[in-house]
């Protein structure tokens, strides 16, 4: 059997393509559905030009549609700053769910520019996380029953509200659960404490956190909120734009000594909770998802296996090694993308659509040159918290640049006696 016959056949069934919408992460049911899900797409078989020339019509125009949906569900490819985020958010999260005095548990943020994937790394570090205490759990808590909803749910995550208010915090949680909402904030407030206990959950990822703008009563009292969540012994996940810049932290500061971010008691606003003023500090642990480095031997390393990484999932016909990664490309590359992963994807994904409609079959600097990086009307992220980055300007059509060479130190250079007026 060639290739070609493990392709869709005439009347076959298509089995890249999903019915329905994409699952809802910010609903129980869409969470578990995305969980299940996000590891089971089978890229395009590799064919070589001869066999694809062989099909018929039909076919080519599946094989084509396959291969373009390999290219825009590469999935997660791991660098060495989302390892990072991810060593430090499963420890914390498994440290966290050992604990079993009551008390505080010690929170993690994770601060970055737009486009660099803290959503996807935290939620996959959530996810594997899930995996593994719901395995641990199946011996000490009954399986779910037919008929009925599942009553363990480790993990949980929300959006944070464009105009956030603690009605509307309360309100993402319990949507999440598909709980109902009472009328009252306190009414709201007892829901989610109900909802997280009994549901067992033990790390609550609350995104776009970088939403609260403290120069309005209703985001402090919202942060105020969320600092009392901490008290309910989940981990708490913070997911923003550039944390540290946003104002969030205004009343922190960080420990010298454990590079923890410290917060005093909150003085202003007019918290649900009248007691706010005299609670403990509260603790988080600050991280960075940087984009990638290219002024350093190590960043660059870094970058080359990155695109090491793409172009071994890329299903183009001319595609080689070293497509990506040799000569003028890697800088090309780097100038388009400032480093940041989610524009570099948007680009090969634009790239390869081009490569495979034009029938170039590869990627070149002369090529990607033609492609706008456009991140279309987001409606769902906010422009004001950052949320969009700003893209490096490049107009389509021009030649692309030639690598920068490096001159010569001419520092220390023997430049003879300098001569003597006379």
Known sequence: MTMAD????????????????????????????????????????????????????????LHDLHRTATHVNMGLLETPMSARVTRLMRGRMRNNALNFAPGTRDGLMISGGGYLGKTETACDAAATFEILWRDLHRQLLPGPIPGTRDLFVPVAYCRTPVRATPK????????????????????????????????????????DITRLRLHREDDQDTLDLVRELMDLNVTLVLIGVDIPQSGLLRSGYPDPRTGQWVFPDLKT??????????????????????PFDYDTAEGMTAFVAHLAGIEDRLRLFRARPGMLTEGAMPEYLFRRTRGIVGLLKRLVEDGCAEAIESGAEELTPDLLSTIRISLGNLTDRDREAGEVPDIPEEDPGSPPKKPRSR????????????????
């Open 407 to 422: 001159g010569r130190n001419t520092v220390f250079d023997d430049r003879g006696a300098k001569a003597v007026d006379g």
């Open 168 to 207: 509307g915090l309360c309100t993402a949680i319990l949507d999440f659960y598909g709980a109902p909402l009472p009328r009252t904030l306190n009414g709201l407030i007892r829901a989610v404490r109900d909802s997280l206990r009994d549901h067992h959950t033990t790390a609550l990822l609350l995104d």
């Open 269 to 290: 606003g007019k918290s649900y909770n009248p007691s706010a003023a005299t609670q403990t500090e509260r603790r988080f642990d600050l991280v960075d998802l940087d």
């Open 6 to 61: 493990r392709t869709p056949g005439e009347g076959g069934i298509v089995p890249f393509l999903r019915a329905g919408p994409p699952p809802d992460r910010t609903r129980v049911e869409g969470w578990r559905q995305w969980n299940e899900q996000r590891d089971s797409f089978i890229p395009a078989p590799r064919l070589s030009a001869d066999e694809y020339a062989s099909m018929s019509p039909r076919r080519r125009a």
